[in-house]
T-cell receptor, first 113, second 113 residues
Framework: GAGVSQSPSNKVTEKGKDVELRCDPI?????LYWYRQSLGQGLEFLIY????????KSGLPSDRFSAERTGGSVSTLTIQRTQQEDSAVYLC???????????FGPGTRLTVL | DQQVKQNSPSLSVQEGRISILNCDYT??????FLWYKKYPAEGPTFLIS?????DKNEDGRFTVFLNKSAKHLSLHIVPSQPGDSAVYFC????????????FGKGTKLSVIP
């Protein structure tokens, strides 16, 4: 079956602009995660969605970051008023409820000029 | 404060020999550990995992060893193949009911033909 997909694969934007990144999880996976990987760093947890429960936003670095998940499937990560330090690869993952293994998408490389 | 550390940023191994990738952690509440492999421009791919109640898990050429007292785990690849060349991330999960993965910064493995 299809894996996790993300779009766009690359995004270049100017400082101060808003961006939206999209994630389509594996069909049937109820849990969805966003991470980001800055240059030379490990993956940093951002936010977690599980079914209809309130998301865990504890990893979001600032209030410029928000995410939603519509209909328990597709998720959008929005970064408002982008800054150069937001430049990173943004990775989405999904998993079945109760299982430990998360499956990752290919990521969106965001470059803020 | 890095809770998961991969102290070797890179490793070169001859084809056919053993590759040993190491990972140390500081949080004694971690109860599940995973290794992911990442090729350039792709998302991390799940490789192998181990629960904290075990000290070894084997899957084909890949074996993960866990030493809880030393808070250390390692991934052994035998025999190493050129296609194994990638960045390997160690990740850990914190306790039952948790879902966040805490990642190390990765080790770049190069298998030389």
């Amino acid at each position: 079956g299809a894996g996790v997909s993300q779009s766009p694969s690359n995004k270049v934007t100017e400082k101060g602009k808003d961006v939206e990144l999209r994630c389509d999880p594996i069909s049937g996976h109820t849990a969805l995660y966003w991470y980001r990987q800055s240059l030379g760093q490990g993956l940093e947890f951002l936010i977690y969605f599980q079914g209809n429960s309130a998301p865990d936003k504890s990893g979001l670095p600032s209030d410029r970051f928000s995410a939603e998940r519509t209909g328990g499937s597709v998720s959008t990560l929005t970064i408002q008023r982008t800054q150069q330090e937001d430049s990173a690869v943004y990775l989405c993952a999904s998993s079945l409820l109760g299982l430990n293994t998360q499956y990752f998408g290919p990521g969106t490389r965001l470059t803020v000029l | 404060d890095q809770q998961v550390k991969q102290n070797s940023p890179s490793l070169s191994v001859q084809e056919g020999r053993i590759s040993i990738l190491n990972c140390d952690y500081t949080n004694s509440m971690f109860d599940y550990f995973l290794w992911y492999k990442k090729y350039p421009a792709e998302g991390p791919t799940f490789l192998i995992s181990i629960s904290s109640i075990k000290d070894k898990n084997e899957d084909g050429r890949f074996t993960v060893f866990l030493n809880k007292s030393a808070k250390h785990l390692s991934l052994h690849i035998v025999p190493s193949q050129p296609g194994d060349s990638a960045v390997y991330f160690c990740a850990a999960k914190n306790g039952a009911g948790s879902y966040q993965l805490t990642f190390g910064k990765g080790t770049k493995l190069s298998v030389i033909p």
